[in-house]
């Protein structure tokens, strides 16, 4: 399974030789280890708790059974039917271990429902409302308990009216939404998306908006399928006009939708970096001081970079090295890594794209994360350097070679994950592919043995991977016979390689 996902990331890597819009690789292993270091910082389902005083004073009380609560939703009485809502909410925003399921087994879903349909009373419309809320977000049987009740179409029309009840449905929504791509759609097919884009705009009251960016965020995630993209993009100008606010949650859950939105085909990345303003003001939150808001907006702009070479360039000039040269350095590891990544696309890319990050000074930067302790972040490190061996210039591998990083590079080859040592194995074969080709080889060979590089990829010549003892077993036979070649002698110099930089060399594409 691991020589599988291998074989199918490195295919995906783009360089000049194999058509420069098609190999950029896109996020597998890496989007679900982020993933799961994100869940606390955007969750998939909200409950929302009681937060007033009289819920202390009701803890002295007895509390109703869920079979009086349902009998008393039933009611004529509408003062009764609304505090047995109350009673209703209370019960479920418990904060440890709500007892949702006893109350879906009780029948009260359905009095509930039908309480979202009592203009008369906002009182009781924003009790049910905060009821199915917590309902929703528990299990999947307990969301779909939710839908199945018909409370999707009555939370869309109190939604378009705003409010705390409006507020309440949105959250509501937001929770069916995030259980799964079949309820999310069905939201979205219920004509949530108009509703609450009355609520997405910078006037719009600080709580009201945070649940309604929080709840816009979980209409565009989950990938199997997609989001229907004209479904949500009408959304897209008023995230836009959101960057620039100052409230840190509206801005997390703002990039986490775009990061959904750029995860997928380059049709919808055209479109997101074609809103006005938008790319500009995502880029500049790469620097926000707050974790929670540089960690989705990294993950946008990181999805971006593997587009076309037109999207990489829009990233670039909208100053993007000038941020991820930061992060590098950051010391937060899971935002090294996800930069890292990000560098590698670059990477990856034309050898213009190539020497403006070598112009920023990238690569002593990813020497700094090579020699981190993390070996996720190392791994990403060294894709950035394996693609730079593959479609860099012959001066841009001459620049690599100066700043020192084979050592580190090779290091890699003792680490117990043996997709860093393919990785590593591929960048020193593109390497020793380009020397042959400059007479560069003996050096290079002699360097290897040098820094003990040599002695492991001879050592994993017996490796259990069936990729990596070939490799080795490659490397080894066709660089370090003991034949010598009399043809090819290499220049030796003051910086030792030199990759057909001379005036001979110069027209060389790799």
Not at 261 to 280: C, F, M, W
Not at 309 to 335: H, I, P
Not at 341 to 346: L, Y
Request: aromatic share 4%.
């Amino acid at each position: 399974m691991a020589e599988k996902s291998h074989t199918s990331r490195i295919s995906s890597y783009k360089n000049a030789g194999h058509g420069t819009n098609e190999l950029r690789r896109k996020r597998v292993e890496l989007s679900v280890s982020l993933r799961k270091q994100a869940r606390d910082e955007q969750l998939l389902k909200r409950r929302a708790l009681s937060p007033d005083e009289n819920d202390e004073v009701q803890k002295e009380i007895e509390t109703p059974r869920p079979e009086e609560i349902v009998q008393g939703l039933k009611s004529s009485n509408l003062a009764v039917k609304t505090t047995s809502a109350r009673a209703a909410r209370r019960m479920l925003s418990q904060e440890k271990n709500p007892p949702i399921s006893l109350m879906v087994e009780a029948g009260v879903i359905k009095p509930l429902v039908e309480a979202l349909d009592r203009d008369d009373c906002q009182d009781l419309q924003f009790e049910a409302a905060w009821a199915i809320t917590n309902i929703a977000s528990g299990t999947h049987e307990h969301t779909m308990a939710v839908v199945n009740g018909g409370a999707v179409p009555k939370l869309v029309l109190l939604l378009a009216r705003g409010g705390v009840v409006g507020e309440q449905s949105a959250w509501a929504l937001g929770n069916i939404a995030g259980d799964g791509a079949s309820l999310r759609d069905a939201v979205l097919a219920a004509g949530a998306l108009p509703a609450m884009l009355l609520l997405m705009t910078p006037t719009t009251p600080p709580s009201q908006l945070r649940t309604a960016v929080w709840t816009y965020s979980n209409f565009c995630r989950n990938k199997n399928p997609l989001v229907k993209f004209d479904m949500v993009a009408p959304a897209l100008t008023y995230v836009s006009d959101l960057l620039v606010l100052p409230d840190q949650d509206v801005l997390a859950d703002a990039c986490w939708a775009l990061s959904y939105l750029t995860d997928g085909p380059n049709e919808r990345i055209e479109a997101v970096q074609n809103t006005p303003q938008l790319l500009p003001r995502l880029t500049e939150l790469l620097d926000h001081k707050s974790p929670a808001v540089r960690t989705p907006a990294l993950r946008a702009i990181g999805n971006m970079l593997t587009g076309s070479d037109e999207q990489t360039d829009r990233c670039l000039d909208a100053g993007c090295l000038d941020y991820l040269v930061n992060l590098l350095r950051c010391g937060k590891f899971s935002l090294m890594k996800e930069a890292s990544w990000a560098v590698s696309n670059i990477l990856a890319g034309t050898q213009m794209q190539i020497q403006r990050a070598i112009d920023k000074g990238l690569l002593g930067h990813l020497l700094h994360v090579l020699a981190c302790e993390d070996i996720k972040c190392q791994k990403e490190a060294a894709w950035a350097i394996t693609n730079l061996c593959l479609g860099g210039a012959p001066s841009q591998l001459d620049t690599l070679m100066s700043v020192g990083f084979l050592e580190p590079y090779c290091a890699l080859l003792s680490s117990p994950d043996q997709r860093a040592i393919n990785v590593v194995l591929d960048g020193l074969t593109n390497l020793m592919e380009a020397a042959a080709k400059y007479g560069q080889v003996e050096p290079l060979c002699i360097k290897l043995e040098e820094i003990g590089a040599l002695d492991h990829i001879e050592s994993l010549q017996n490796h259990e991977n069936e990729q990596i003892y070939k490799k080795c077993i490659h490397i080894l036979d066709t660089y370090f016979t003991e034949e010598e070649d009399q043809v090819a002698q290499p220049e030796q110099t003051e910086e030792e390689y030199q990759f057909g930089t001379g005036p001979a060399n110069q027209n060389i594409n790799f």
